[in-house]
Nanobody, 124 residues
Framework: QVQVVESGGGLVQAGGSLRLSCAAS????????MGWFRQAPGKEREFVAG????????YYADSVKGRFTISRVNAKNTVYLQMNSLKPEDTAVYYC?????????????????WGQGTQVTVSS
């Protein structure tokens, strides 16, 4: 059974940093894309960042470019999201997703295995 578990969320002041982790288990994920989405209260879930199976390709939403960095360690089936210069508008539940092997990385992530989410709150 595939499990995806996020950790590292919390409360931080604007301008601060947090590092989210996502550990996947139940199969080998080293050949699949991994990524992060977020959902703020009253808003739709939105893409944040994605990374190819090799880590050679990374993708970011415009709103987080230059502030967030996604990385992965395949030996640990883990993906990370380093978030710097946080803003109150980054407040959301952050979800990790692991692809199932689709040809398009974005649709693969959306159709992938999802975690339960971790809350990130940025105070002004």
């Amino acid at each position: 059974q595939v499990q995806v578990v996020e950790s590292g969320g919390g409360l931080v002041q604007a301008g601060g940093s947090l590092r989210l982790s996502c550990a996947a288990s139940g199969r080998t994920f080293s050949t699949y894309a991994m990524g992060w989405f977020r959902q703020a209260p009253g808003k739709e879930r939105e893409f944040v960042a994605g990374i190819s199976w090799s880590g050679g390709s990374v993708y970011y939403a415009d709103s987080v470019k230059g502030r967030f960095t996604i990385s992965r360690v395949n030996a640990k089936n883990t993906v990370y999201l380093q978030m710097n210069s946080l803003k109150p508008e980054d407040t959301a539940v952050y979800y990790c997703t692991v692809g199932r092997g689709g040809s398009n990385w974005y649709t693969d992530l959306k159709a992938g295995y999802w975690g339960q989410g971790t809350q990130v709150t940025v105070s002004s």
